[in-house]
């Protein structure tokens, strides 16, 4: 089953609006977990890495006020869309890794954005 | 900088035929790959791994094989299904974080 919980698998919003996005470990603790970014027939771009209890580590290009991450327990991370535009259409996918899986990912079923 | 590509964009083979794909890196520093299945509209799964000292490790149908002399990695499927179809990336993890190839779209032919 499901390790990694993400929701909502889909939305669709107004250009301006905000837009959350929650990513949940099921029966384990994440102390980390990664935010990233795939557009059609692309490969995944990490966006971000979100850290439980302190500010989240954004890569390069990627801006911070723009995507907010919250990791406020160790079992759930947000990923706020703010001020969407429809260039932020795209799928959203978050993951951590599981206690024993060494450093292989499990990853959330993805959320479609799409911005009109 | 690193990075982590494939080699062929596309694969398509018969059901029941082995399927071979391929990657390759550029960061001789990487000591451990993943490869993972991304069947359209859901997230990646997790498919096998392999450590930078290792050449070889075997799943249940499928064989990672590394060749770090030419920053080299493959990922065999035998008898390949119907549900094998599905996007193949590659990923080499290090520094707390992962980093994907481009994909290789494999297409079964019943």
């Known amino acids: 089953g499901a390790v990694v919980s993400q929701h909502p698998s889909w939305v669709i919003c107004k250009s301006g609006t905000s837009v959350k996005i929650e990513c949940r470990s099921l029966?384990?603790?994440?102390?980390?977990m990664f935010w990233y970014r795939q557009f059609p027939k692309q490969s995944l771009m990490l966006m971000a890495t979100?850290?439980?209890?302190?500010?989240?580590?954004?890569e390069q290009g990627v801006e911070k006020d723009k995507f907010l991450i919250n990791h406020a327990s160790l079992t759930l991370s947000t990923l706020t869309v703010t001020s969407a535009h429809p260039e932020d259409s795209s799928f959203y996918i978050c993951?951590?890794?599981?206690?024993?899986?060494?450093?292989?990912?499990?990853f959330g079923s993805g959320t479609q954005l799409s911005v009109l | 900088g690193e990075s982590v590509g494939l080699h062929l964009p596309t694969l398509s083979v018969q059901e029941g035929d082995n399927s071979i794909i391929n990657c390759a890196y550029s960061?001789?520093?990487?000591?451990?790959f993943i490869w993972y299945k991304q069947e359209s509209g859901k997230g990646p799964q997790f498919i096998i791994d392999?450590?930078?000292?290792?050449d070889k490790r075997q799943g249940q149908r499928v064989t990672v094989l590394l060749n770090k002399t030419v920053k080299h990695l493959s990922l065999q499927i035998a008898a390949t299904q119907p549900g094998d179809s599905a996007v193949y990336f590659c990923?080499?993890?290090?520094?707390?974080?992962?980093?994907f190839g481009d994909g290789t779209t494999l297409t079964v032919k019943p």
């Open positions: 392999i450590r930078s000292n290792m």
């Open positions: 993951s951590a890794s599981f206690p024993t899986r060494g450093r292989g990912l499990f």
């Open positions: 979100s850290n439980e209890g302190s500010k989240a580590t954004y």
């Open positions: 960061n001789s520093a990487s000591d451990y």
């Open positions: 029966d384990f603790q994440a102390t980390t």
């Open positions: 990923a080499e993890s290090g520094a707390g974080k992962s980093t």
